[in-house]
């Protein structure tokens, strides 16, 4: 058994993951097997652009190709998938991408620059009845432009050094412009592109399977003949593991059950800890009485003691760092002494409670109950719900415990049939425009579930993002959170840990902190 751990909540413990794993790249690669993982869902469509669920990306990821990637073995390193190479200017405020030649798609017609650009316009310019999660991720796209059949070019409204990374999200999937012509609803019902999978088969609540590509353009990839992953999650995933069924769950496991696994298999696993780009919020719904009050909003922040139930939570789930919106201890994040500034983040609980009682009072609210929806994905979601109840029941709110399977989760979500929610957003990488995504105005990022418009935190939003001052720009991202959080329209409460337990036959694979990342399963091999 090997274990990378994080010493910290910082960083570094991801660089000294990464270079475990580009240790492992070194290894000579063996060809053939079959890869068997863990999925806790089954995707609610094949729709990469309206995807926001890792278990979708989890599946889809192998079957597609994007414009840039994030560098197995070297993250938060960039390197071209179908891109060969690309020039920025910052004057002409546009973004060049040379395509590589020879790309071919799983039908056996040829990728090329219109594709990209055909994919990109649906993603920044959605057409009617296409939902696209990546338009406010894309907003700084003024136009999208065919140079050649080779060469897309990308002009910017502002120079905006965010955007580079969001070119490598494993969500840009690369359609088919030839197929979307004929069949605009493909991407939802049809997966084809010319990632290094083809899909073969998915049966709802059991497998999804893929073969190797072998005409895929990486040279001697994917080094796998198939991949089978499997619905399954909570102690399932754990057993499976452990009886060689299956190899690995991607996403990870709790703490409890990393450790169950390296004392029963010892060698035979692989461990991988550090600080997850994934948190847990609750959003209020701000069109309906009683959360378009600000009273009521902010007593419910108020009432969660972050401080000492994360240190109980800690102990026995993944549920580990208290934080705001961005990732805690990280290049961006407030101290400590500046969190307790916020609503919700003193050390004085008592008092918190004793305002948030107050509140309740002023607002007519004093026996203020509510739904909380929850979704029935990873058991921790539940528990971080019944610790937010447990936490509002201290001021004599009285919550309804409204757990739901994903698909009505989701359609809550968008359509805004829910009082208040237990919300996830994982990230791809340290980026507060990436993360702040979250939680601007609904009409204005389709991430956002808070059903609010505050033209206020959307203003500090677009400043912080074309700030070229690091100082000026971390004094937005303070104003940002304290605006968020004294209006507490979406409450960010916990960041979690990642602990990823793998069969030590399971090589090639890149740890890094979001677990939508180093899915497409090019450069993984089986030496077993």
Same mark, same amino acid.
């Given at each position: 058994?090997?274990?990378?751990?994080?010493?910290?909540?910082?960083?570094?413990?991801?660089?000294?993951?990464?270079?475990?794993?580009?240790?492992?790249?070194?290894?000579?690669?063996?060809?053939?097997?079959?890869?068997?993982?863990?999925?806790?869902?089954?995707?609610?469509?094949?729709?990469?652009?309206?995807?926001?669920?890792?278990?979708?990306?989890?599946?889809?990821?192998?079957?597609?190709?994007?414009?840039?990637?994030?560098k197995p073995g070297s993250y938060p390193d960039i390197e071209g998938d179908v891109a060969e190479s690309w020039e920025a200017d910052p004057a002409a405020l546009t973004y060049t991408f040379k395509i590589r030649d020879g790309i071919l798609f799983h039908d056996g017609t040829t990728l090329d620059a219109e594709d990209v650009a055909t994919s990109y316009e649906r993603m920044t310019f959605p057409p009617e009845g296409v939902v696209s999660e990546r338009?406010?991720?894309?907003?700084?796209?003024?136009?999208?432009?065919?140079?050649?059949?080779?060469?897309?070019?990308?002009?910017?409204?502002?120079?905006?050094?965010?955007?580079?990374?969001?070119?490598?999200?494993?969500?840009?999937?690369?359609?088919?412009?030839?197929?979307l012509a004929s069949d605009p609803e493909y991407p939802g019902n049809k997966v084809m592109g010319s990632g290094p999978f083809v899909f073969e088969e998915f049966v709802a609540g059991s497998v999804w399977k893929a073969s190797r590509f072998d005409n895929y353009f990486r040279d001697g990839q994917p080094y796998l003949d198939a991949l089978e992953s499997y619905t399954m999650e909570g102690p399932a995933v754990v057993n499976a593991i452990q009886a060689?069924?299956?190899?690995?769950?991607?996403?990870?496991?709790?703490?409890?059950?990393?450790?169950?696994?390296?004392?029963?298999?010892?060698?035979?696993?692989?461990?991988?800890?550090?600080?997850?780009?994934?948190?847990?919020?609750?959003?209020?719904?701000?069109?309906?009485?009683?959360?378009?009050?600000?009273?009521?909003?902010?007593?419910?922040?108020?009432?969660?003691?972050?401080?000492?139930?994360?240190?109980?939570?800690?102990?026995?789930?993944?549920?580990?760092?208290?934080?705001?919106?961005?990732?805690?201890?990280?290049?961006?994040?407030?101290?400590?002494?500046?969190?307790?500034?916020?609503?919700?983040?003193?050390?004085?609980? #008592? /008092?918190?409670? !004793?305002?948030?009682?107050? =509140? +309740?009072?002023?607002?007519?609210?004093?026996? *203020?109950?509510? &739904?909380?929806?929850?979704?029935?994905?990873?058991?921790?979601?539940?528990?971080?719900?019944?610790?937010?109840?447990?936490?509002?029941?201290?001021?004599?709110?009285?919550?309804?415990?409204?757990?739901?399977?994903?698909?009505?989760?989701?359609?809550?979500?968008?359509?805004?049939?829910?009082?208040?929610?237990?919300?996830?957003?994982?990230?791809?990488?340290?980026?507060?425009?990436?993360?702040?995504?979250?939680?601007?105005?609904?009409?204005?990022?389709?991430?956002?579930?808070?059903?609010?418009?505050?033209?206020?935190?959307?203003?500090?939003?677009?400043?912080?993002?074309? #700030? /070229?001052?690091? !100082?000026?720009?971390?004094? =937005? +991202?303070?104003?940002?959170?304290?605006?968020? *959080?004294?209006? &507490?329209?979406?409450?960010?409460?916990?960041?979690?840990?990642?602990?990823?337990?793998?069969?030590?036959?399971?090589?090639?694979?890149?740890?890094?902190?979001?677990?939508?990342?180093?899915?497409?399963?090019?450069?993984?091999?089986?030496?077993?």
């Amino acid at each position: 058994m090997s274990i990378l751990k994080g010493v910290s909540a910082g960083l570094l413990a991801l660089a000294i993951a990464g270079g475990s794993t580009a240790g492992a790249l070194a290894q000579t690669p063996v060809s053939g097997g079959t890869l068997r993982y863990a999925v806790s869902d089954d995707p609610a469509n094949f729709d990469c652009h309206s995807g926001n669920h890792f278990a979708a990306l989890m599946r889809l990821a192998p079957h597609y190709s994007t414009l840039l990637r994030f560098k197995p073995g070297s993250y938060p390193d960039i390197e071209g998938d179908v891109a060969e190479s690309w020039e920025a200017d910052p004057a002409a405020l546009t973004y060049t991408f040379k395509i590589r030649d020879g790309i071919l798609f799983h039908d056996g017609t040829t990728l090329d620059a219109e594709d990209v650009a055909t994919s990109y316009e649906r993603m920044t310019f959605p057409p009617e009845g296409v939902v696209s999660e990546r338009i406010e991720t894309f907003r700084q796209i003024e136009d999208i432009t065919v140079l050649d059949p080779s060469t897309v070019q990308f002009k910017l409204k502002e120079w905006d050094t965010s955007v580079l990374g969001t070119f490598a999200s494993p969500w840009n999937c690369i359609f088919s412009a030839e197929l979307l012509a004929s069949d605009p609803e493909y991407p939802g019902n049809k997966v084809m592109g010319s990632g290094p999978f083809v899909f073969e088969e998915f049966v709802a609540g059991s497998v999804w399977k893929a073969s190797r590509f072998d005409n895929y353009f990486r040279d001697g990839q994917p080094y796998l003949d198939a991949l089978e992953s499997y619905t399954m999650e909570g102690p399932a995933v754990v057993n499976a593991i452990q009886a060689g069924q299956i190899h690995t769950d991607f996403r990870g496991v709790s703490p409890q059950s990393r450790v169950r696994l390296e004392e029963a298999m010892g060698d035979a696993v692989t461990s991988y800890v550090g600080p997850s780009l994934t948190h847990f919020l609750v959003t209020f719904n701000s069109e309906v009485a009683p959360f378009d009050d600000p009273r009521v909003r902010r007593a419910l922040n108020l009432a969660i003691d972050r401080w000492n139930g994360i240190a109980g939570l800690s102990a026995t789930t993944e549920m580990k760092y208290v934080g705001g919106p961005l990732l805690p201890f990280g290049a961006y994040s407030a101290s400590v002494e500046e969190m307790q500034e916020w609503p919700g983040y003193s050390f004085d609980i #008592e /008092a918190a409670r !004793a305002e948030a009682r107050s =509140l +309740l009072a002023e607002a007519g609210q004093e026996n *203020l109950s509510f &739904s909380l929806t929850v979704r029935n994905g990873p058991p921790v979601l539940v528990d971080f719900g019944v610790f937010l109840i447990d936490q509002w029941r201290q001021i004599g709110v009285t919550v309804e415990n409204n757990v739901v399977e994903t698909p009505p989760w989701a359609a809550a979500i968008s359509d805004g049939s829910f009082e208040a929610i237990v919300d996830i957003f994982s990230a791809l990488r340290e980026e507060p425009t990436e993360q702040f995504t979250k939680y601007v105005s609904y009409d204005v990022s389709a991430r956002s579930a808070g059903r609010f418009t505050d033209r206020d935190l959307d203003a500090l939003f677009n400043a912080q993002a074309v #700030e /070229a001052d690091p !100082a000026a720009r971390m004094a =937005l +991202l303070r104003q940002f959170e304290t605006r968020l *959080l004294e209006q &507490s329209y979406s409450l960010p409460v916990v960041w979690l840990e990642r602990d990823v337990v793998m069969s030590s036959a399971l090589k090639g694979w890149t740890f890094s902190p979001s677990n939508f990342l180093y899915l497409d399963q090019s450069g993984t091999w089986l030496d077993e």
